[in-house]
C-alpha cells in the first residue's frame, strides 16, 4: 500500500472514532412541573429537562437546589446541595453530552445573594454568579450530585472551565466521597457551598 494512502486512511480513522462533548440547552419551567412536596419554606418538584432525563428541583429557605436525570429516591428526598447565602438559579441548563449523545454533566448558573457588610441587609452589587457543574444521574446509578463550581465573575472563561471541568470529572464522580472542587479563581462573592447528602454516600 502506497504511504501516502496509509497515511489517508490512519488520519480519515482516527478523525470518526475521535470523541468530544458537546452541549445542548433547556428551560426550566417551574409553573410546569410536578409537585412532589410542599412545605412553609419551599418544597420539591419533578421537572422536564433533557429528553428521558428529568430536573429535580428543591427551594428552602429561600435557597435552592438540583438534581438531574433518573436520580435515586433518597437524593430526591434527602438531599439539598446549595448555597449559606440566599440565592436562586438561571433558568438554562446546559447538558453536556458524552460522543453517544448521553447527557453526563450539567452546568447551571447560581447567583448568591450576599448581604452589604455595613448593613446586613441584601445588596445587589454585592450578589454573586456561580456556575454549577453537577453530575447527571443514569439508570444504572441513580446519582447526581454537584462536582465542583466555577466563580463566573471572577474568570473571564468561566463557560470554558466550567466545561472541561464538567467532561473531566461528571461521569465517574464520586457522590459524598469526593469533595466538590473550585476551578479557576473565586473571587470574594462566590458564596459558601453547603452540602447534604444522604448518610449512605458519607464517606466514613
Same mark, same amino acid.
Given at each position: $500500500? ?15 472514532? #475521535?470523541?468530544? &462533548? ?6 426550566? +419551567?417551574? =409553573? ?8 412553609? @419554606?419551599?418544597?420539591? $418538584?419533578? /421537572? ?23 436520580? @435515586?429516591?433518597?437524593?430526591? %428526598? +434527602? ?6 447565602q440566599f440565592n436562586n438559579i438561571n433558568m438554562t441548563i446546559e447538558w453536556r453530552l458524552d460522543d453517544a449523545g448521553k447527557p453526563v454533566a450539567a452546568i447551571q448558573r447560581w447567583f448568591t445573594d450576599n448581604p452589604d457588610p455595613n448593613t446586613g441587609a441584601s445588596s445587589p452589587k454585592n450578589a ?11 439508570? =444504572? =446509578?441513580?446519582?447526581? /450530585? ?7 465573575? @471572577? &474568570?473571564?472563561? @468561566?463557560? =470554558?472551565? #466550567?466545561?472541561?471541568?464538567? +467532561? +473531566? ?5 464520586? /457522590?459524598?466521597?469526593? %469533595?466538590? $472542587? ?23
Open positions: $500500500m502506497h504511504a501516502g494512502f496509509a497515511l489517508f486512511i490512519l488520519a480519515t480513522f482516527a478523525a470518526g472514532t #475521535a470523541s468530544a &462533548n458537546s452541549s445542548v440547552y433547556t428551560k426550566l +419551567d417551574l =409553573d410546569n412541573c410536578k409537585k412532589l412536596s410542599s412545605g412553609e @419554606a419551599g418544597g420539591r $418538584m419533578k /421537572c422536564a429537562g433533557y429528553k428521558s432525563y428529568p430536573v429535580y428541583f428543591a427551594e428552602d429557605d429561600l435557597r435552592q437546589s438540583l438534581r438531574y436525570g433518573p436520580a @435515586a429516591k433518597d437524593l430526591i %428526598e +434527602d438531599s439539598f446541595e446549595t448555597f449559606a454573586g454568579q456561580v456556575l454549577v457543574v453537577s453530575r447527571v444521574a443514569q439508570p =444504572d =446509578d441513580g446519582l447526581s /450530585c454537584v462536582v465542583g463550581y466555577v466563580d463566573a465573575l @471572577a &474568570n473571564p472563561n @468561566a463557560n =470554558d472551565l #466550567a466545561r472541561k471541568l464538567a +467532561d +473531566d470529572n461528571a461521569s465517574d464522580f464520586a /457522590c459524598g466521597y469526593t %469533595e466538590p $472542587m473550585w476551578v479557576g479563581t473565586k473571587g470574594p462573592k462566590a458564596g459558601t457551598p453547603s452540602n447534604h447528602l444522604p448518610d449512605r454516600l458519607k464517606a466514613e
